[in-house]
């Protein structure tokens, strides 16, 4: 599905490097899907909720590959860092598919650093890694037994990637009906239990009431899984479903969450294509301007 990066929308999100001091709104900690993941026209859903809501929206870039989002938010309050921003809302971003994997733990609550280490990690330039080939690669062999492999097993017996079909095109341009997604769309499902959802709702609501005494609200943003998207849109499916937000739902919570499928679904179900990129994980503008106009600040936590 060819696209181009192309940023065009009024505001854009702030980076720690560029900050000149001014009031923070919102501060943003996430996965690729807070990184612009999926690239294409204003991939970015912090410039979407700046635009949308007139807001000055960071992103901060991944503190520790071995820190969750909360366990970061966590060393910030404790190091002093979120003082010097002084935000007045955190939203937090997980793919659906980790929440439980990342978050359903006793988690770490006590680290800190030196603010001036915190910096330093926040002010480099985060520089993406996308791999470059040469024409002749391992990926061309790959392609064409893959093409005959399809046709005996949806993830061509090995891949990580599998594909099925959908009722109708959900996506433009060639094999709009196909639906590709990563194995642990559904590899991942079958952790999604209420024990450890509870676990991941707790610890959430923890965080709130540490952050609610710097008078900051707590956002939690899953975004859901491509699979659990389209999963009532399958000819024929066969994959677990992913309960996730509809457990999140039940519980009692302190914080905000964005329900990303609920905000996205009947957009699917009005037919409406390419609420995710055909040929990758991650969702497209549409998405984020949907959920740009869904979010608003001192919305109700149980909503």
């Known amino acids: 599905q060819p696209r181009q990066v192309s940023n065009t929308l009024p505001r854009r999100q702030i980076t720690y490097p560029s900050w000149d001091g001014e009031p923070i709104d919102i501060v943003t900690l996430g996965d690729s899907f807070s990184s612009g993941g999926g690239g294409g026209e204003n991939n970015y859903y912090q410039d979407w909720l700046a635009t949308h809501h007139d807001l000055n929206v960071m992103a901060l870039p991944r ?20 003082d010097v921003l002084a935000p007045k809302a955190i939203l937090l971003e997980d793919i659906g598919r980790e ?13 800190k650093w030196p603010i001036a280490k915190i910096e330093e990690v926040f002010a480099s330039e985060q520089k993406s890694r996308i791999p470059t080939y ?8 790959k392609f064409l037994i893959n093409q005959a492999l ?13 594909r099925t079909e959908l009722k109708q095109p959900f996506f ?6 196909t639906l590709l997604f990563h194995v ?32 900051i609200e707590l956002y939690y943003m899953p975004a859901v899984d491509k699979l659990d998207l389209y999963q009532d849109q399958i000819q024929e499916s066969v994959y677990p479903e ?16 964005v329900d990303t499928k609920a905000i996205l679904r009947p957009a699917v179900e009005a037919g409406e294509k390419d609420i ?19 979010f608003s600040i001192g919305t109700s936590p149980n909503r």
């Open 63 to 82: 503190l520790s590959s071995g820190l969750s989002n909360i366990e970061t938010v966590h060393l910030l309050l404790n190091s002093g860092f979120l």
């Open 99 to 111: 929440v439980v994997k990342k978050h359903g733990r006793k988690i770490n609550t006590g680290l």
């Open 134 to 141: 040469q024409f002749l690669n391992s990926g061309n062999l």
């Open 150 to 162: 399809y046709l005996l097993d949806d993830n061509a017996l090995a891949s990580q990637v599998y």
């Open 172 to 177: 433009s341009g060639v094999s709009g009906t």
């Open 184 to 215: 642990e769309d559904f590899e991942n499902a079958v952790l999604v239990q209420a024990p450890a959802v509870g676990f991941v709702v707790r610890n959430l609501n923890d965080l709130t009431q540490r952050l609610s005494s710097r008078d």
């Open 242 to 257: 992913n309960k996730l937000f509809e457990i999140l739902r039940t519980y009692p919570r302190s914080f905000n969450l």
């Open 276 to 294: 995710y990129y055909r040929d990758d994980t991650h969702w497209t503008w549409k998405a984020c301007e949907r959920i740009a106009q869904a």
